[in-house]
């Protein structure tokens, strides 16, 4: 499973975009893009999948470059709600549960 | 539908006693996986199970053991229970992987504190 960084913490302020780059530089071919959040005391939420170019959902969209060593994860018009950590997981997914997680981002989003 | 159940929700031990969680996964689910977090070493894989055979597993010692029943449902249980085993305890499952649409649910989790 790639290796992926990402910033350590992020502030916003309500109604703001807030864009959350990961890189992967060793991502490998059947790898897809994957994020979660995680709100304290609780489980990982799947926010986001994707392979390449853009998705988009409900939720937030994923910008994922062509070489695909890197992604960023959109969320439009943060609320307070927002504020999680969120991580970003690259693999071959389709049959395992093993996620890697790393640090995350710690997102703070102030009124 | 209702989600990933874990039970129970908090639990208090003392060091060389022994523990057993357990998950119940969505219903239709046949993949499960546990997780561990604490503070300073985060979210960390522990094992996985689909179809009652584990999958793979991750670098813990071998107290650390589970079983997967043919419900689908999931135990864990972790022996000789030391203070650093204190953590939260996450169940996930999905129908077979999480890489499928919507990707891996997971439960509220277990707090177990040992003492």
């Known amino acids: 499973l790639a290796k992926t960084t990402q910033p350590i913490s992020m502030d916003s302020y309500e109604g703001q975009e807030v864009n959350i780059t990961c890189s992967h530089n060793?991502?490998?071919?059947?790898?897809?893009i994957t994020w979660y959040q995680q709100f304290p005391s609780q489980g990982p939420r799947f926010i986001i999948q994707?392979?390449?170019t853009k998705v988009t959902n409900e939720v937030a969209s994923l910008f994922i470059p062509a070489d695909r060593k890197s992604s960023t994860l959109s969320l439009p018009r943060v609320s307070l709600s927002d504020t999680a950590v969120y991580y970003c997981?690259?693999?071959?997914?389709?049959?395992?549960?093993?996620?890697?997680f790393g640090t995350g981002t710690r997102l703070q989003v102030f009124p | 539908k209702a989600g990933v159940t874990q039970t129970p929700r908090y639990l208090i031990k003392t060091r060389g006693q022994q523990v057993t969680l357990s998950c119940s996964p969505i219903?239709?689910?046949?993949?499960v996986s546990w997780y561990q977090q604490t503070p300073g070493q985060g979210l960390q894989f522990l094992f996985e199970?689909?179809?009652?055979?584990?999958?793979n597993k991750g670098n813990f010692p071998g107290r650390f053991s589970g079983r997967q029943f043919s419900n689908s449902r999931s135990e864990m249980n972790v022996s000789t229970l030391e203070l650093g085993d204190s953590a939260l305890y996450l169940c996930?499952?999905?129908?077979?992987?999480?890489?499928?649409?919507?990707?891996?649910?997971f439960g509220q989790g277990t707090r177990l504190t040992v003492v």
């Open positions: 996930a499952s999905s129908t077979r992987g999480a890489g499928e649409i919507g990707g891996a649910f």
């Open positions: 060793n991502i490998a071919t059947n790898d897809y």
């Open positions: 994707g392979y390449k």
């Open positions: 997981l690259v693999g071959d997914l389709y049959n395992t549960d093993k996620l890697i």
């Open positions: 219903s239709g689910h046949r993949s």
């Open positions: 199970y689909f179809s009652e055979t584990q999958r």
